[in-house]
């Protein structure tokens, strides 16, 4: 979007000629700078920098929050009405060249509806978008209770908020259920100790089966996020589980085989906790993990470490993009060529190990949105383009609203972009104090500085989703998140590229004193923050959930 202000020997061209050039402008609105009359200063050009698209998602996910705020089922007409809506203020935007230059319109004033109209678009264009994404997602779900034989294939493993092992299962087979009625996927938790089956296998149990994150006080009018990826019931069992067949390469399951056993390699080579955080950390499996070690996490703010997010992605990518393009000088140097493209080079090999980490990890919602991101920085590199700025986070958002706008909701998506945001918005006035900084302390005061910034950004959406504030979150970061950086994650990488030769056991060693180190810390500063400040957990509604397992 560009300024259609003009100077005003543009007056006495012809109409013909300015709608042309009107139109060629307005196409390349994405990636111009916009300029409104009336704005000036710092502020005004900070905001404007990257052009109208760093609002798009802002005016998108009011269209998606307009949506969930209705109190009815939107039809097909409010579909239509969304569309025509959208339609209409596209071709106002179109028009207002044409309009400004008859005289019909002040300039100023075709800025201002300029930029309505288009925001107005973006409002329509995403309440179109959640109501398409919930026809989309739209499965069997079951409203009653059930219990009976349970047929079916495992596709995944985990441990719920109580402490006890879980199973995925898909491809069902409930006894008098028809299929039409047949959720594609259920969650099971496992009353007793027993063997858990592998990925792949195809076992047979006999368990209870309910709704899934149902509300007993009203009807959710959109499938919480275990349903929109196809959960359609969670229950119990105590029965003994029985193998139909055994994991096959058929049954489509190998990465996450391949994930359970590189889980088991690590939770073998490093006992205790220390072993099923780093197993966490490699493959995504949270299965070992304890709940006594979930809760420490989250009171010391650490708890996102344990869940595979932008820091991780970002971590490990960064780190295959350094070695990689340090590898790649130390090749062009020694052949003497200084053309080679050694950095777009080293981003190609960057992406490839975080497509893979992204594959190996099981790919979870908040994994899938971090891939995405580094992704974007990425390809930015491979164009030549400027890697930290706005408009990629916008850019970023945008996509993952409309593929998944559900997200909106989401506490993992409101802070992850509340931090990024605020660590690029803040980079200048650390880019302006840096230089007085002693070389020494750089940086401790660089990770004191974006710390703090994270956590301003990122502490009210904390307070308002789990109803907790961690008072030393800081603090806990500041000496947990550089041994992450430096020790955890490069001996993680180090071990995978290793493990196939059977030489995984010296890194796995380190990294298992890294995860020590952040449980010890974790442990130390939840102790403190419990003397200091808890908050009362407030539900986000009065649905009663089944979800936990």
């Not at 063997?195 to 149902?214: C, D, E, I, N, Y």
């Not at 029965?239 to 939770?267: A, F, W, Y």
């Given at each position: 979007?560009?300024?259609?202000?003009e100077p005003a020997d543009q007056s006495r061209m012809p109409l013909k000629a300015?709608?042309?050039?009107?139109?060629?402008?307005?196409?390349?609105?994405?990636?111009?700078?916009?300029?409104?009359?009336?704005?000036?200063?710092?502020?005004?050009?900070?905001?404007?920098?990257?052009?109208?698209?760093?609002?798009?998602?802002?005016?998108?996910?009011?269209?998606?929050?307009?949506?969930?705020?209705?109190?009815?089922?939107?039809?097909?007409?409010?579909?239509?009405?969304?569309?025509?809506?959208?339609?209409?203020?596209?071709?106002?935007?179109?028009?207002?060249?044409?309009?400004?230059?008859?005289?019909?319109?002040?300039?100023?004033?075709?800025?201002?509806?300029?930029?309505?109209?288009?925001?107005?678009?973006?409002?329509?264009?995403?309440?179109?978008?959640?109501?398409?994404?919930?026809?989309?997602?739209?499965?069997?779900?079951?409203?009653?209770?059930?219990?009976?034989?349970?047929?079916?294939?495992?596709?995944?493993?985990?441990?719920?908020?109580?402490?006890?092992?879980?199973?995925?299962?898909?491809?069902?087979?409930?006894?008098?259920?028809s299929p039409a009625r047949t959720p594609h996927k259920v969650r099971l938790s496992l009353m007793a100790d027993q063997l858990v089956p592998a990925a792949?296998?195809?076992?047979?149990?006999?368990?209870?089966?309910?709704?899934?994150?149902?509300?007993?006080?009203?009807?959710?009018?959109?499938?919480?996020?275990?349903?929109?990826?196809?959960?359609?019931?969670?229950?119990?069992?105590?029965?003994?589980?029985?193998?139909?067949?055994?994991?096959?390469?058929?049954?489509?399951?190998?990465?996450?085989?391949?994930?359970?056993?590189?889980?088991?390699?690590?939770?073998?080579?490093?006992?205790?906790?220390?072993?099923?955080?780093?197993?966490?950390?490699?493959?995504?499996?949270?299965?070992?993990?304890?709940?006594?070690?979930?809760?420490?996490?989250?009171?010391?703010?650490?708890?996102?470490?344990?869940?595979?997010?932008?820091?991780?992605?970002?971590?490990?990518?960064?780190?295959?993009?350094?070695?990689?393009?340090?590898?790649?000088?130390?090749?062009?140097?020694?052949?003497?060529?200084?053309?080679?493209?050694?950095?777009?080079?080293?981003?190609?090999?960057?992406?490839?190990?975080?497509?893979?980490?992204?594959?190996?990890?099981?790919?979870?919602?908040?994994?899938?949105?971090?891939?995405?991101?580094?992704?974007?920085?990425?390809?930015?590199?491979?164009?030549?383009?400027?890697?930290?700025?706005?408009?990629?986070?916008?850019?970023?958002?945008?996509?993952?609203?409309?593929?998944?706008?559900?997200?909106?909701?989401?506490?993992?998506?409101?802070?992850?972009?509340?931090?990024?945001?605020?660590?690029?918005?803040?980079?200048?006035?650390?880019?302006?104090?840096?230089?007085?900084?002693?070389?020494?302390?750089?940086?401790?005061?660089?990770?004191?500085?974006?710390?703090?910034?994270?956590?301003?950004?990122?502490?009210?959406?904390?307070?308002?989703?789990?109803?907790?504030?961690?008072?030393?979150?800081?603090?806990?970061?500041?000496?947990?998140?550089?041994?992450?950086?430096?020790?955890?994650?490069?001996?993680?990488?180090?071990?995978?590229?290793?493990?196939?030769?059977?030489?995984?056991?010296?890194?796995?060693?380190?990294?298992?004193?890294?995860?020590?180190?952040?449980?010890?810390?974790?442990?130390?500063?939840?102790?403190?923050?419990?003397?200091?400040?808890?908050?009362?957990?407030?539900?986000?509604?009065?649905?009663?959930?089944?979800?936990?397992?």
């Amino acid at each position: 979007m560009v300024s259609l202000t003009e100077p005003a020997d543009q007056s006495r061209m012809p109409l013909k000629a300015l709608r042309a050039k009107a139109a060629s402008r307005a196409g390349g609105w994405l990636r111009r700078q916009l300029t409104m009359p009336g704005q000036s200063g710092a502020k005004a050009a900070r905001v404007t920098q990257a052009g109208f698209v760093v609002w798009a998602p802002f005016w998108f996910g009011m269209g998606i929050a307009v949506w969930f705020a209705l109190r009815v089922e939107p039809d097909a007409r409010h579909y239509a009405f969304a569309g025509l809506l959208a339609v209409a203020a596209l071709l106002l935007r179109w028009r207002l060249p044409a309009w400004a230059e008859s005289g019909r319109l002040s300039w100023r004033r075709a800025d201002r509806l300029a930029l309505a109209s288009l925001s107005l678009a973006l409002v329509s264009a995403g309440f179109v978008a959640v109501g398409t994404r919930s026809a989309l997602v739209a499965a069997p779900v079951i409203d009653f209770r059930y219990y009976g034989a349970i047929e079916g294939r495992v596709i995944g493993i985990d441990r719920s908020s109580r402490d006890r092992m879980r199973v995925l299962l898909d491809q069902l087979d409930l006894e008098k259920v028809s299929p039409a009625r047949t959720p594609h996927k259920v969650r099971l938790s496992l009353m007793a100790d027993q063997l858990v089956p592998a990925a792949g296998a195809r076992v047979m149990l006999t368990g209870h089966l309910g709704p899934s994150g149902t509300c007993r006080a009203r009807r959710l009018r959109f499938p919480p996020h275990g349903v929109v990826r196809g959960l359609g019931a969670v229950g119990y069992t105590r029965s003994p589980i029985m193998l139909v067949e055994p994991p096959s390469s058929r049954s489509g399951q190998i990465m996450t085989r391949l994930q359970m056993r590189l889980s088991l390699l690590v939770q073998n080579e490093i006992p205790g906790q220390s072993g099923a955080v780093a197993a966490a950390l490699m493959t995504g499996d949270r299965s070992g993990i304890s709940e006594t070690t979930n809760e420490i996490m989250r009171i010391s703010s650490l708890y996102h470490i344990i869940s595979i997010s932008g820091l991780h992605m970002s971590m490990l990518a960064g780190l295959a993009y350094g070695s990689l393009r340090f590898l790649g000088a130390l090749l062009a140097a020694r052949a003497g060529r200084s053309d080679w493209p050694v950095h777009k080079a080293a981003a190609l090999g960057a992406f490839v190990t975080a497509a893979t980490y992204l594959a190996l990890s099981g790919g979870g919602v908040a994994t899938e949105r971090a891939f995405l991101m580094v992704a974007v920085l990425l390809l930015a590199v491979l164009a030549g383009k400027r890697v930290i700025s706005l408009r990629n986070v916008a850019l970023v958002a945008l996509a993952i609203l409309v593929v998944a706008p559900e997200s909106l909701t989401s506490a993992s998506f409101q802070m992850s972009f509340a931090a990024t945001v605020a660590l690029i918005l803040g980079h200048r006035h650390w880019a302006a104090v840096a230089p007085f900084v002693p070389p020494l302390f750089k940086p401790v005061a660089m990770l004191l500085f974006t710390s703090l910034l994270a956590g301003l950004a990122t502490g009210p959406f904390a307070a308002a989703h789990f109803g907790r504030i961690a008072p030393y979150g800081m603090l806990a970061n500041l000496l947990a998140v550089p041994v992450v950086g430096i020790v955890v994650m490069p001996m993680g990488l180090l071990a995978t590229l290793l493990a196939p030769i059977g030489l995984a056991g010296p890194p796995l060693w380190l990294m298992g004193i890294g995860t020590g180190w952040m449980l010890g810390i974790a442990e130390s500063i939840s102790a403190l923050g419990e003397r200091i400040f808890w908050s009362r957990p407030r539900r986000a509604s009065s649905c009663r959930c089944s979800e936990r397992g």
